[in-house]
């Protein structure tokens, strides 16, 4: 009994003893050391420089555009605007940004229950309507009262494409901004006119050709240089339009490759001589000369405004123009005559509230769909550069769809 209690007893006396706990002074020291030091304060000039800053830079916004950048230009060119309109032209951009919202808004919300698929299908390949126009002078208050009219007609203007052949073309970049200040969010291109007139005037070699003849027939030719035009509408620069064109674009053409309404204020004998037109009917063996006798009397095609499918167009009908150009002496006969006896029975002739008139009354402008105005002290007249413009009797309709600020951007 004893020796076990010894033995016990000395595994006991030789275990491990526990280490004091330990205990946290931090608390009992009365502060706490920081491991970094505050940041400095910082001195006022500096806090009163930086303000300074910030205002600098939120007036630099209000100063006036100097230069911009063409949106199709792949290198971002910079190009100075004109000073004359450098300044007017930026605070229209930001009035415009706002009123062409505000417009937006209540065109898409009048028509928000149309169906702007089913009407894609109708209008071509790509879903738009293409809208081409030519000038041969420039005045851009044209061009802005074409567009403006012809958006706020349609129903879906977010599919309307302008096309506007202008002199200097892709060159005139200030021209494409001043439009695009305007229309912001339209589709909208300017094109130039070299291409064109080198295809008339190769053709015309050796010919005798009126020179103000080039916007004649430059819609016939313009497909063949911009072939993504299988379809589209030439409406004449000088012209305010009032019907939806998506519905013209839709007009089935059957068989024939140009609609056009009829203009029965001009008749086939005020452009050509009948006894001339006789003889080389005898004459001539031609496919485009008519195999029976020409209607003297009758109506002859607006050019105002077409419907052309370039798919179905003729490949002999610029070699028609030509002809009859030659043989018709152009110098001594009426304008238009060669186009006229080109497109004869080669055209479907268009529902007559497409035909182009000279309003002369409130009533007569709210119905009718295409209306011919001057603008006064135009550089362009109706039909080029050489006439000097008179006011029609519609007076002073295009300025509803031209504001004076607008007038005196274009104008500038």
Request: charged share 15%; proline share 6%.
């Amino acid at each position: 009994m004893s020796s076990s209690y010894q033995s016990s007893r000395s595994s006991a006396t030789h275990r491990r003893a526990a280490p004091p706990p330990i205990v946290n002074n931090t608390a009992s020291s009365g502060s706490v050391q920081q491991d970094v030091d505050p940041a400095p304060t910082p001195r006022p000039i500096f806090q009163f420089l930086g303000f300074g800053f910030i205002l600098f830079l939120v007036f630099l916004q209000f100063l006036p555009a100097t230069h911009f950048r063409h949106p199709s230009d792949p290198l971002r060119t910079w190009t100075p605007f004109d000073d004359s309109t450098a300044g007017i032209l930026f605070l229209f951009f930001l009035f415009s940004q706002a009123e062409y919202s505000c417009l937006k808004l209540l065109q898409f919300g009048a028509t928000s229950d149309g169906n702007s698929s089913s009407a894609a299908k109708n209008n071509g390949e790509d879903g738009m309507v293409h809208v081409v126009s030519w000038m041969d002078c420039l005045d851009l208050r044209l061009l802005a009262v074409l567009a403006n009219s012809t958006l706020l007609s349609s129903r879906y203007p977010h599919l309307v494409f302008f096309h506007f052949f202008i002199p200097k073309g892709n060159e005139d970049k200030v021209s494409f901004f001043k439009l695009k200040v305007l229309f912001p969010h339209s589709n909208l291109e300017i094109h130039g006119q070299e291409e064109v007139k080198e295809i008339i005037a190769t053709a015309i070699s050796g010919t005798q050709f009126a020179g103000s003849s080039f916007v004649e027939v430059a819609p016939f030719i313009i497909p063949s240089v911009h072939q993504s035009l299988t379809k589209f509408i030439y409406i004449s620069p000088n012209i305010l339009m009032k019907g939806k064109v998506e519905d013209l674009i839709g007009t089935a053409l059957s068989n024939y490759a140009i609609g056009a309404a009829e203009d029965c204020s001009r008749k086939l004998d005020m452009f050509v001589n009948s006894n001339v037109l006789d003889a080389i009917q005898r004459s001539a063996s031609k496919p485009w000369v008519s195999e029976t006798p020409y209607v003297k009397n009758t109506c002859t095609p607006d050019l105002s405004v077409l419907l052309i499918d370039s798919t179905k167009l003729d490949g002999d009908f610029v070699d028609a123009f030509l002809w009859w150009s030659k043989v018709l002496n152009l110098n001594e006969s009426g304008k238009n005559s060669a186009i006229v006896l080109a497109l004869y029975n080669k055209y479907l002739k268009l529902s007559n509230s497409w035909s182009v008139t000279l309003a002369t009354s409130s009533e007569m402008i709210n119905n009718t769909r295409v209306i011919r105005y001057d603008i006064p002290n135009s550089v362009c007249s109706q039909f080029g550069s050489g006439a000097t413009p008179q006011m029609s009797g519609n007076g002073n309709i295009w300025k509803h769809y031209l504001s004076p600020m607008s007038d005196q951007i274009l104008g500038s």
